[in-house]
DNA sequence: GCATGAATTGTTAGCGCTCACAATGACGTC
DNA sequence: GACGTCATTGTGAGCGCTAACAATTCATGC
């Protein structure tokens, strides 16, 4: 650094430093092929000394390209959403973009059009849109944006561009895993009624239940959090010898409160009633006790949502369908069987 | 939307439409006061019509900003971090900015150093880094950079302006809390020797411990996960009746394992060990037993980090200090006394 | 009726970069 | 030795916007 002036150096300041055209640098920093060593040299040693960076929007004016993407996202504290916005990130700077993020309190159609309308002032190339309440499914499919958008958790009906972890098949999973373990029913404590991934596993789980031709019995309502679980699970440990031996419940969190209200009505779990999950936070390995629960791959969703959202940007045709469905796994632990190993011990 | 071009429109364009000068749509746009009723309503009528956008990079390249800040974090899926986060960008979007945010696996000089060049291309004007790690504060005083940078959780330390929850306060009440509970010692679990807030905390432990006369016990170390927890949980197991009464763990995932390893040892909270956390994570209320932890106003951190940077930006003389300390809050729960309220019901 | 100033609108010149194309020079070929 | 070819470098024209200034219009007072 010799010295330091008001306005930061522009690349005609090091064309001139440097004894070249601008032209000459900026083939330099573009690692044009035909340079020669000694002048591609001569740019970056004034480049060095002068501390010089390319202006950003000078050049995103030039190429039409900002090589920024935009993401709306609620929520952003929960596990889920904070890890696919984690993989979304890491996904799209593998590919050279920068990641510009709104996180929302609330998903509605006036913040999420809001949200859009901040992107595209911020001139990102696309969003992805974590949306998994309904009414957001619909403003997205409704809201003209100059850019294209992919959205994740919205579930594959709506007419958008659409990356899901298979929530059915998770709840069947869950739900088949306790009847075949010999429960005769399951209980299911649901999520949200406007949210596309409760509803996915409530009919899961009937959709399990109608296979084992079983009638459902009551469905229950929580809001995704612990205390919202703490009071199903007070209501269901009043169903204790009435018929409940298993319960399926939509999410982690609420299945922290389940096992906590049982266990204070002296309920135990699993020998009592079963219980499971789905998320497989990182905490759930060591509820007391450890959860069964369903295990999403967010790694994967980034991706994919990043590559869909990209092939959408290029103009090229979509490498895999433009609605990406993404299995999810069982992971069996103590909640629903009592012998398993402990944690941090792997099996076999 | 009467037609749809491959171009998008510019403002030249909605000028001829409307009749105008390019210039009086800016005006319409930037507000400017001084603009006939009558020609704003067929400017924005023109602009409704096509559909038009103003063109971001043009705009930043003419003003010379981009109202865009960056944030570099790690391990964002951590409550922690992913509240600061959520912060962070409530507080930047609430003063018009828009956040690009880096998100790193593991924060090094090498990492945090490319983070920073990234969102430097990307045209950001200042960058709040969230770096707990000793490593990373060290990297930041020294790496040079074309905008401000603000830390967060470095500690208040390094010669970087930073913003950050004394660590020190939070276990001094933890561990006091214990203490004035009639426990004759408290253990302590700490974070990774490299986290200015480990580090922070343990030395608050210490402090209070040496205000009360008392030798420090052995320190256990983990590294936040509750697998690690759980594996002190168990070696801590075996001091019971040698002493062991009390434990200050470092965050609450750890605590939880304890928590976890303690019961299975057949060891009873908080009636033969009591346990205290730190983070007030959601999950903490909903433990076997409700865990009494230290909250972190995360909130305010945001917003206090946003105003710091912005000042620092805008080149004013920062409002407050260039070092922002925030206090934290203890909250007691049946974990450290046998006798406290049901979760969710509000104490009278 | 015309000067005076304020309100409103238009004109021009960049912001700092990339792209397309032109120019230069070195080299080999017939 | 003229010519074509390729590698290398330079030139000019925007990209779409805002800022500064110039020009025009309009209301008002005497």
Redesign the interface.
């Known amino acids: 650094?010799t010295h330091s002036q008001l306005r930061?150096p522009t690349m005609a300041d090091v064309a001139r430093q440097a004894g070249v055209s601008h032209q000459t640098v900026s083939r330099v920093l573009g690692d044009h092929p035909n340079v020669r060593d000694e002048t591609r040299a001569k740019v970056l040693r004034a480049i060095e000394e002068m501390?010089y960076?390319?202006?950003?929007?000078?050049r995103?004016?030039a190429t039409?390209r900002?090589?920024?993407l935009g993401v709306v996202a609620s929520n952003?504290?929960l596990?889920g959403p904070?890890?696919t916005?984690?993989a979304l990130?890491?996904a799209a700077?593998a590919e050279g973009y920068?990641?510009?993020?709104?996180?929302l309190?609330r998903l509605t159609v006036k913040t999420l059009s809001e949200a859009l309308d901040?992107?595209?002032?911020?001139?990102v190339e696309g969003v992805v849109a974590i949306a998994p309440q309904r009414s957001a499914v619909e403003a997205l499919a409704e809201l003209?944006h100059?850019f294209p958008v992919v959205a994740v958790g919205t579930g594959s009906g709506a007419g958008v561009p659409s990356v899901n972890v298979d929530q059915n098949l998770g709840a069947r999973l869950a739900t088949g895993h306790l009847l075949a373990a010999g429960h005769r029913r399951v209980w299911h404590l649901a999520g949200p009624e406007d949210w596309q991934e409760a509803v996915d596993r409530v009919e899961g789980w009937r959709a399990a239940l109608a296979e084992a031709d079983v009638e459902p019995p009551m469905l229950l309502r929580g809001d995704w959090?612990?205390?919202s679980?703490?009071?199903a699970g007070q209501e269901l440990a009043g169903w204790v010898g009435r018929g409940l031996t298993a319960v399926f419940v939509a999410n982690d969190?609420m299945a922290?409160?389940v096992?906590?209200a049982l266990?204070?009505a002296g309920v135990r779990t699993p020998q009592d009633v079963a219980v499971a999950g789905f998320d497989d936070i990182?905490?759930s390995?060591?509820?007391?006790p450890p959860l069964t629960t369903v295990r999403q791959d967010f790694a994967t969703v980034g991706k994919r949502s990043i590559a869909l959202l990209l092939d959408l940007i290029e103009g090229r045709t979509p490498s895999g369908a433009s609605q990406v469905s993404i299995e999810p796994q069982l992971v069996v632990r103590a909640s629903t069987f009592p012998y398993l190993p402990?944690?941090?011990v792997a099996p076999g």
Chains 1, 2 share one sequence.
């Open positions: 650094m930061p501390g960076r390319r202006n950003f929007s000078a995103a004016l039409r900002t090589r920024t952003t504290t596990y904070a890890s916005l984690f990130e890491e700077r920068l990641v510009s993020t709104v996180s309190r901040r992107l595209s002032e911020g001139g003209r100059p959090s612990p205390l679980g703490y009071r969190q922290l409160g096992l906590r266990r204070e990182p905490e390995e060591f509820f007391a402990q944690p941090g």
